[in-house]
Each structure stands twice: as structure tokens, then as C-alpha cells.
């Protein structure tokens, strides 16, 4: 369990990221940080690893403030995955799996021999370990983001709009095999993105900021489509425009689902039976 | 030409008086401004002194440097030692800034995703910051190189043996021969010490060779033409 206790951040620009930010993050659930540039969600989840320390208040890891940790051991300890993969560019990609391992004194042959089975795990070619990042696509590179992030198999893994710069396709990819190994592993997973759609997909528990860090709602996908707290969370889910609103038009022997705009959105399947024929 | 056959003995004994010369100055320079350029590079202060002091330091000219030389530290006017001393103050005046930007040039992403996985400050700077500075500071080095073979020869004004020996005998005694085989010679050397490193950038630096034909996103028939 990740606790924020009414943390705050002021940067040395005089930038206010995050203002009296308190939440708890559950064990082996995804929370999503959702929002804008500005919102301090990168800010909060790099508060986790202590890449950023708070101004005021704290941030606990199951009870314990994470202040009193040792800032390196904390983040050897701890799974994580940003953007454009971060990827060392001179090491080969099983180097780049095994590099935490290596970094906590696990021998090279096992830390390898390791990482090789996490290439399995991401659905990564073995053919590929020995190759650059550099050599690699970018969805590719993402992949060995994710087995770097789970080589010392940690209990928090700290995901940072980790498909961010993928195209659509391999996003979509990604986040169906990022939700098959949350399944498998059970990882306490936070993750920030800036698309509702990819929260939804991901998040049990979506935390919905405005500028500053300040919570506009929490709560499960359903509880925000049902129940958007405000008109901005509304609008953040995309209620407002009409859409979430979908309502059943009878199109000859056919059902068709249509939202507000008019916009078909698919079809009723009413009977289950039928579809799995 | 018979007098470079004549004396090839000589021609080999100073080449190798002019690499025992050259060395000592690139390896050491590069030792040097490797903290230099790191605590330039750390800190706004020491930016500016550091580097504004490298490039003054540069300035000085060599023959005078030579003669002062002895007299601050106390060596014999003729000490190989202060060859190397001071081209080596050379190689440290080109090499600071070129840590300090090579330094500079790793990938702000790679060095926060770096920190972020658990390197410490030392472990980043020897394993991550100082390899991907690896192509500047080679190209520094390949600088430095060549003009401490070249600088090397200025040292046989005060009598400190090396190719540049060649020089200033061949034009005292009016041989030409002797004059050219010394230019030659050296130009050979530094060469050699070019090729020399560039080939152990390959070696050391693997990444930057594979990864540069095949970037992504380039269609094949476009790299054809």
C-alpha cells in the first residue's frame, strides 16, 4: 500500500506541482493518474522512488515513511518505466533487462539468464537480446521497458505514460499485454497517462487531478462514467459530449447502439449465446 | 632518399624518443580533465572558472612555456619531463571542455531513467555518463592526439630528442632529406595515433556502430540510393 499524506511540492522556480495531496494507492491494484500537462501527476508518481521529494508531508510504502529510505536502495527496489523506455543506449537489451539486478549484486550469468526469461515474459523474441535499443521499433523498446522494470520482480511497479510515444496500434497491443501481466503478477501498478481511454482500460482505481495536483475524483471507471463528481471530471471522461450516453436504435432485425452525437457505436449484443457462436 | 636509407636506425630511435614523448601527455591529459570537466560541467562557479582558466592555458605558446617550465618545477632545462609536463597542460586545456560537453550530451532521459532504476551518482557517472560520452570525448581525444604528436617536435628546439631532432639538425647541417623524413614521420605518427583510436572507439564502443545504419523509421530504398 502507497500512502500520500497531504504531500506538497513547491520546485525551486517557485512552481507549485502538487498542493496538499493526500491518497492511499491499495496493493496489487492499478491506480491511474489522470490529466493534463500541469496536473503533477509525473511529480506524484516520481514522489514514490524519491526521484522527487516532497516539500511537506509524506509518502509511506506499506506503513513506512519512505523519507527515512536511502534514496538508491529504495529505487532498486522498485519497478519503473517512462517514456521513450529510458533504455541505457550502449548496453544490449539483455544487459538493459538485467541492469537492476546487476546494480543489487546478482551474479551476471543468473542476472542473464533471468532476463532472458523476462524477454519470454513481454512477449520479446530472444533473437532480439543481443541488438541496441537503438535497433529496436518503439513499441519494441517499450517491451524492454517493462521486463527492465519487472527484473527484480518488485512489489510497486511506477509506470510513466510508458506508451506514450507509440503509435495507436502497438499502444493497443501494449496495454492488452500490460493488462495480461498485471493478471499474472499482481503488482501493486501506478500509472500515469494523459488518456482517459488507456486509464480505463488499466485503472481500478483512477485518480482524476486538476492543475496542481488537486483531486478532482477517485473511483473505479464505472464510478466516474456513472458519477462524475463535477462538470470537469465530465468533461475529462468525456460524459458531457454525449459520448458516454449511448442509447439502442432498432436498425431492421438488428439492434445498433448510438451515443448522443447520433455517432454509431456498435451493436447490442442481447443474447450472450449467440455471441460465441 | 640515400640519406633516409642511410639512417634508418636514427629515423626508428627517434620516432620511438617521439611516442615515449606523445603518450604519457594524451593518457594523462584525459585523466586529468576527466574530473575537471565533470566539476565544470556540475557546478555554474566552476563552469566558468574552469574552463575560461583551459582556454587561457591554451594560449600560452609552447617555446616559452618549455623555458619556464624548469625553473617553476625544478627539472633540468632538458628534462624529457617537461615536454610531457606541458603538453600535457595542452591536451588538459583542449580535453576540459570536451568532458564537460561530452558530458553534457548524454541524453537528459537516459541519465533521470538511469537514476530512476537505482544508480547511484558514481555508479551513473562510471557506467552510463562516461560511456555515452564516449564518441565526444574520442573525437577530443583524436584532436588531442594529433597535436601532441605534432607539439612533441617543438621540444627538440631545447634539445629534448624527438622527430623534430630530424628538423633542426637537417637545418643546421642543410640536409633536406633529413628535414622531410622528419615531416613525413610525423605525419605518419599521428596518423597512426588517429587510427589508433579510432579503432579502439569501435572496439570500446560497440553500441555506435551497430545502431548507426540501422536507424529505425528509414525506408530501405531510401539508404539504397
Not at chain 1, 529510458?86 to 548496453?91: C, I, T, Y
Not at chain 1, 482517459?196 to 473511483?219: C, H, K, P, S, T
Amino acid at each position: 500500500m502507497i500512502e500520500f499524506r497531504s504531500v506538497s511540492k513547491r520546485f525551486p522556480d517557485g512552481t507549485l506541482a502538487v498542493q496538499d495531496f493526500s491518497l492511499v494507492l491499495p496493493s496489487h491494484k492499478t491506480t491511474v493518474l489522470v490529466g493534463s500537462s500541469g496536473s503533477g501527476k509525473t511529480t506524484l508518481l516520481r514522489m514514490i522512488n524519491r526521484m522527487v521529494d516532497p516539500t511537506s508531508g509524506s509518502v509511506a510504502i506499506d506503513g513506512e515513511d519512505i523519507a527515512t529510505l536511502p534514496p538508491v536502495k529504495l529505487r532498486r527496489g522498485i519497478g519503473y518505466v517512462m517514456q521513450n523506455s529510458g533504455l541505457l543506449p550502449h548496453r544490449t537489451v539483455l544487459d538493459n533487462v538485467a541492469t537492476v539486478p546487476l546494480l543489487r549484486g546478482t551474479p551476471k550469468r543468473q542476472a542473464r539468464a533471468d532476463a532472458l526469461v523476462l524477454l519470454d515474459t513481454v512477449g520479446l523474441d530472444r533473437a532480439l537480446a543481443d541488438r541496441y535499443p537503438g535497433q529496436l521499433s518503439g513499441g519494441q523498446q517499450q517491451r524492454v521497458g517493462v521486463a527492465r522494470g519487472l527484473a527484480v520482480d518488485p512489489n510497486i511497479l511506477l509506470m510513466d505514460e510508458p506508451f506514450g510515444a507509440v503509435d495507436p496500434i502497438v499502444r493497443a497491443e501494449l496495454q492488452q499485454e500490460l493488462v495480461r501481466l498485471q493478471k499474472d503478477l499482481d503488482k501493486t501498478v501506478v500509472f500515469v497517462t494523459h488518456d482517459i481511454e488507456e486509464a480505463f482500460l488499466l485503472g481500478d482505481q483512477i485518480v482524476i487531478l486538476r492543475e496542481g495536483g488537486r483531486i478532482a475524483q477517485v473511483g473505479s471507471p464505472a464510478d466516474l462514467l456513472a458519477r462524475p463528481a463535477d462538470d470537469f471530471v465530465a468533461s475529462f471522461v468525456g460524459a458531457d459530449r454525449g459520448r458516454r450516453v449511448l442509447h439502442v436504435e432498432r436498425h431492421g432485425a438488428e439492434d445498433v447502439v448510438v451515443d448522443s452525437d447520433g455517432r454509431l457505436a456498435g451493436v447490442l449484443n442481447g443474447n450472450p449465446a449467440e455471441g460465441d457462436r | 632518399m640515400t640519406w633516409v636509407l642511410a639512417n634508418l636506425g636514427l629515423i626508428w630511435a627517434r620516432t620511438l624518443d617521439h611516442v615515449v614523448l606523445s603518450l604519457p601527455p594524451i593518457v594523462l591529459c584525459f585523466l586529468i580533465a576527466l574530473p575537471l570537466g565533470w566539476l565544470a560541467r556540475r557546478y555554474r562557479i566552476s563552469r566558468g572558472i574552469i574552463l575560461t582558466g583551459a582556454g587561457l592555458l591554451y594560449a600560452v605558446p609552447s617555446l616559452p612555456l618549455f623555458f619556464v617550465l624548469p625553473a617553476v618545477i625544478g627539472t633540468g632545462l632538458r628534462s624529457p619531463l617537461n615536454v610531457i609536463i606541458a603538453l600535457t597542460l595542452y591536451g588538459v586545456a583542449l580535453m576540459v571542455r570536451v568532458v564537460s560537453d561530452g558530458l553534457d550530451s548524454v541524453d537528459a532521459d537516459v541519465r533521470q531513467s538511469a537514476s530512476a532504476v537505482g544508480y547511484s551518482a558514481w555508479s551513473r557517472f562510471w557506467q552510463v555518463e562516461l560511456p555515452l560520452s564516449g564518441p565526444v570525448l574520442l573525437a577530443g581525444l583524436r584532436v588531442v592526439a594529433v597535436s601532441t604528436v605534432s607539439l612533441v617536435t617543438v621540444g627538440a628546439v631545447i634539445g629534448v630528442q624527438s622527430l623534430g631532432s630530424l628538423f633542426t639538425d637537417g637545418f643546421q647541417r642543410g640536409i633536406q632529406a633529413e628535414i622531410i623524413a622528419g615531416l613525413v614521420v610525423t605525419v605518419g605518427l599521428a596518423l597512426v595515433f588517429d587510427g589508433g583510436l579510432v579503432l579502439a572507439g569501435r572496439v570500446l564502443m560497440p553500441w555506435n556502430r551497430r545502431a548507426a545504419p540501422s536507424k529505425p523509421n528509414v525506408p530501405v530504398e531510401l539508404r539504397a540510393t
